[in-house]
């Protein structure tokens, strides 16, 4: 999930819907006083947008941000009427099914000398019976860990590193991790982006 701010109030160009904002004395005003409006979001759901506030949703709402390298996928200055507080790092879809679901189960995690795999999330089974489309799995433990995929596929990710897989990069079914260098770690919530029923 990301964290966005409506702005009403765009003053890019002339003509625009924010030149309507203006105190007595001809002054463009910070915050709307005039207008909220009714945007459709994920799944045709009509989300009530009031300038200034802040929410966070998933990343179908970039796609009404500025366009930057971070956003390619936004829209040009004149048109953008949301900014973009806080990212989680996921790929952006305009596909409905696509679902954002942070995983805080905290998995205590062993040093890699023999221990088990600790399952971090396993999207075969309930709630999901599916598979993850996009990943961003961020390490915060202190420590380095060792991620592996689908039962095969491992990578150490660094304290403060992340892995982000984009859409349709890989079908992710199974994230399980060992701690690296001898230390015993917890791994953090892992953000996940899951296709439901795909």
Same mark, same amino acid.
């Given at each position: 999930?990301?964290?966005?701010? %409506?702005?009403?109030?765009? /003053?890019? =160009?002339? $003509? ?8 007595? @004395? ?5 915050? =709307? ?14 989300? *009530?947008?009031?300038? !200034? ?13 500025? %366009?930057?390298? +971070? ?10 009427? *949301? ?6 790092? *996921?790929?952006? =879809?305009?596909?409905? &099914? ?6 805080? @189960? ?25 598979? &993850? ?5 961020? @390490?915060?433990? $202190? ?5 592996? /995929? ?10 403060? +590193? ?19 260098? !001898? ?16």
């Amino acid at each position: 999930m990301s964290t966005f701010q %409506v702005k009403l109030s765009n /003053l890019t =160009s002339e $003509g625009h819907q924010g030149y309507l904002d203006r105190d007595t @004395n001809g002054v463009p005003v910070t915050t =709307s006083r005039q207008r909220q409006i009714y945007v459709m979001g994920p799944k045709k759901i009509n989300r *009530l947008l009031v300038d !200034g506030q802040t929410f966070t949703d998933c990343n179908y709402w970039k796609r009404f941000c500025p %366009v930057s390298t +971070a956003i390619p996928e936004g829209c040009d200055s004149d048109r953008a009427f *949301l900014t973009l507080t806080s990212d989680d790092g *996921l790929a952006w =879809s305009d596909v409905p &099914a696509h679902q954002v679901y942070d995983f805080a @189960n905290l998995v205590g995690v062993a040093p890699a000398a023999s221990p088990a795999w600790a399952t971090v999330v396993d999207f075969s089974i309930t709630p999901h019976f599916s598979y &993850a489309k996009s990943a961003c799995i961020t @390490n915060t433990t $202190g420590a380095s860990v060792i991620i592996r /995929l689908n039962g095969i596929t491992q990578a150490t990710v660094a304290n403060g +590193a992340s892995l982000i897989f984009d859409i349709d990069e890989l079908h992710i079914t199974k994230i399980e991790a060992q701690g690296a260098g !001898g230390t015993n770690v917890i791994i953090p919530a892992a953000k996940i982006q899951i296709v439901i029923n795909s």
